[in-house]
């Protein structure tokens, strides 16, 4: 059965107080130590990653010990906005991110993360996921000197992008090419993952069971196929 609402909220507000939702993860193991992450960070090809602080303030110290050999191993070439998976030969997390089949549909709710204006599809009663791979998103700040910035680190699999991510890709030009191709990967997707409600930044108001008839952000849709 779905978690009462009573609950629902108790575990939000739990989650929240903990921060378990920055970046999404929860780590297994004993690694406590926070490594020093530089203000840069070069990728196997030779471009400049500048991470910022705020991105660094909730990450667990297990994580900050992969960022700088994650961002060392990926190759941009000519990406605007790359999106990658980088696969460890352990156990370093876990993910919030899951499949979904036809079973969970009872399950299936959307709500609202913090900072974003658009839906996510979230899961009640599923657990956290164990995970070797650490993905990164960086995005081009600068094309003429081949400079990125961190726009995301977290445990898990790479997440295609939401709507808002799309909006961000349609005000340049490069982006909007970028777009057409991700846009039918990202509706796959999102029929067949979701995010698990507990363990997810959410805005508590916005979680619905379904979404308004007349939402559709390009992805999502109150008339979604059920898988």
Partial sequence: MPMPKEREKEAVEERNRYGLFIPDTSIIGSVTVKRRIPATIA???????????????????????LLIESISRVRIGDRYWVLEEIEYPTTIGCSNLVQTTEADSALICYARRSGRKCFSRCVREKSLTPTCKFS??????DEAHGRYFLRN???????????????????????????????????????????????????????????????????????????
């Fill in 43 to 65: 990728t196997a090809d030779g471009k400049e990653v500048s991470i910022r602080k705020e991105r660094l303030f909730h990450m667990p110290g297990a994580l900050r010990n």
């Fill in 136 to 141: 990164v998103e960086l995005k081009e700040r």
């Fill in 153 to 227: 680190a977290y445990a898990g699999e790479m997440v295609f992008p939401e709507s808002d991510d799309l909006t961000m890709l349609s005000k340049s030009r490069r982006g909007r090419r970028m777009m057409h191709g991700l846009l039918p990967k990202a509706k796959a997707f999102w029929t067949q993952h979701a995010f698990v409600l507990r363990y997810t930044d959410v805005l508590i108001d916005t979680v619905v069971d379904h979404l308004p008839r007349d939402y559709n952000d390009g992805i999502l849709s109150w008339q979604e196929p059920i898988i």
